[in-house]
């Protein structure tokens, strides 16, 4: 049976739908991405900080955390 010319016109537009739709996914999944690369980037930058802070100050013989403990203070 020869293919009616609105079967063909129909399957066009479902293929160039579908084809939208996939490349959107695809945007979407990119930026999903991006995003999660960044915020690892920034988990590292943020861990580097604390790492920084808990350690002993040139003018101090004790941690932030020793000092935070310490019942004197």
Same mark, same amino acid.
């Given at each position: /049976? ?8 129909? /399957? ?14 695809? +945007?979407? !999944? ?8 960044? !915020? *690892? ?10 790492? +920084? ?5 040139p003018s101090s013989s004790k941690? $932030?955390?020793? +000092? *935070?403990?310490?019942? $004197?203070?």
């Amino acid at each position: /049976m020869p293919e009616s010319g609105r079967a063909k016109d129909t /399957m066009e537009r479902w293929l160039a739908s579908e084809t939208g739709s996939h490349d959107a996914e695809k +945007i979407c !999944l990119r930026q999903s991405e991006d995003k999660v690369q960044q !915020l *690892r980037k920034d988990t590292a930058d943020l861990k580097d900080t604390v790492e +920084i802070l808990k350690k002993r100050r040139p003018s101090s013989s004790k941690t $932030r955390e020793e +000092i *935070r403990n310490d019942p $004197r203070t």
